[in-house]
């Protein structure tokens, strides 16, 4: 047993790094004769470092030998990155869209009232009876009705409450001379981006026009009209300039759809489609701009030319 422990002790020892932690003793371990005094010199302070490292090394043992008696398909999972939950995929953003909220709702409801013309300019919009319709309170029919006052198709007036917005002739002749330049925009960068599904869509949507106006339909060509419109803003290939073109045209749609579709506007629009959509098709930029800003202004003459006349009448 002292020649075991002796044994131990001294390979310990003789190792380069002990060898020289001994040597910086003073007396130095050759000067001990007996093994016996030996041992009882090394023991306390090599004793604990074997027990340390002989620990250590067994510990790394055991686990190598549980990693490898698991399957590849386990070591493989293991090694890769943690899965996440399936409520964190929930609560990530990207994972789904959260539901519009009920003033968003009844903001569109009443924006689709408005544009279409159920809601006409200047009609006032009581809270209390806009939640009965709806069956909500009247928070968020407070809210949506800002919603539609930041969009400008509603505004709140002292002592009379929210109302349908009501241009004047001043202002809607300013938002015509805008939009003209937006969708000439549009129509310059569909002439140089647009594909071929942007062709199809446009000359589909001018067929539909021109059915409308030789059937002396209004409303069907009022749908036609925006889908050719839509379909030539979405050729611009520019989704920022599409929204806000959009924005500003919803606007414009209660005034457009009440005062500027009859037989002769509806026969000389189709001619201007036409222009247009074949300077798109030609790739000619600076006559799809031109021929488009030529369009805007006829529709903006017929508009003032009729609403005026309304505004003098009322």
Same mark, same amino acid.
């Given at each position: 047993m002292t020649e075991r422990r002796l044994t131990r002790g001294v390979a310990f020892m003789v190792s380069p790094f002990n060898d020289r932690r001994l040597q910086r003793c003073r007396s130095g371990w050759r000067k001990f004769a007996c093994k016996d005094i030996l041992l009882a010199y090394i023991r306390p302070f090599y004793r604990r470092r074997f027990a340390m490292s002989t620990s250590a090394m067994k510990s790394s043992e055991s686990t190598a030998r549980m990693v490898s008696k698991r399957s590849p398909a386990i070591v493989k999972r293991a090694s890769g990155p943690p899965k996440r939950s399936a409520g964190a995929a929930k609560r990530s953003p990207g994972a789904a869209k959260r539901p519009a909220s009920l003033a968003s709702r009844l903001a569109t409801a009443l924006e689709a009232d408005i544009v279409s013309g159920r809601l006409r300019p200047g009609t006032r919009l009581d809270e209390q009876a806009l939640a009965r319709r709806f069956k909500a309170s009247r928070t968020p029919v407070r809210e949506a009705l800002r919603q539609l006052e930041s969009r400008g198709m509603v505004e709140n007036r002292p002592r009379q409450g929210a109302q349908v917005m009501q241009l004047s002739l001043a202002s809607l002749i300013e938002m015509f001379e805008t939009m003209a330049w937006l $969708?000439? !925009? *549009? /129509? &310059?960068?569909?002439?140089?981006?647009?594909?071929?599904?942007?062709?199809? +869509?446009?000359? /589909? +949507?001018?067929? +539909? *026009?021109? &059915?409308?106006?030789?059937?002396?339909?209004?409303? !069907?060509?009022?749908? /036609?009209?925006?889908?050719?419109? $839509? +379909?030539?803003? !979405?050729a611009s290939q520019n989704r920022y300039l599409e929204q806000e073109t959009l924005l500003l045209r919803n606007r414009l749609e209660p005034y457009r759809r009440a005062i500027t579709f009859h037989e002769g506007l509806m026969s000389l629009s189709v001619q201007e489609h036409q222009r247009i959509a074949e300077a798109i098709f030609a790739m000619d930029e600076a006559r799809a701009m031109s021929e488009m800003r030529g369009h805007l202004d006829t529709l903006r003459n017929d508009a003032v030319r009729t609403y005026g006349a309304l505004l003098r009448t009322e």
């Open positions: $969708e000439a !925009a *549009c /129509a &310059s960068l569909a002439a140089r981006r647009h594909t071929q599904v942007d062709r199809d +869509a446009i000359q /589909a +949507a001018h067929e +539909a *026009c021109v &059915s409308a106006q030789q059937a002396l339909d209004p409303a !069907a060509f009022y749908r /036609a009209n925006t889908q050719w419109h $839509e +379909a030539l803003y !979405a």
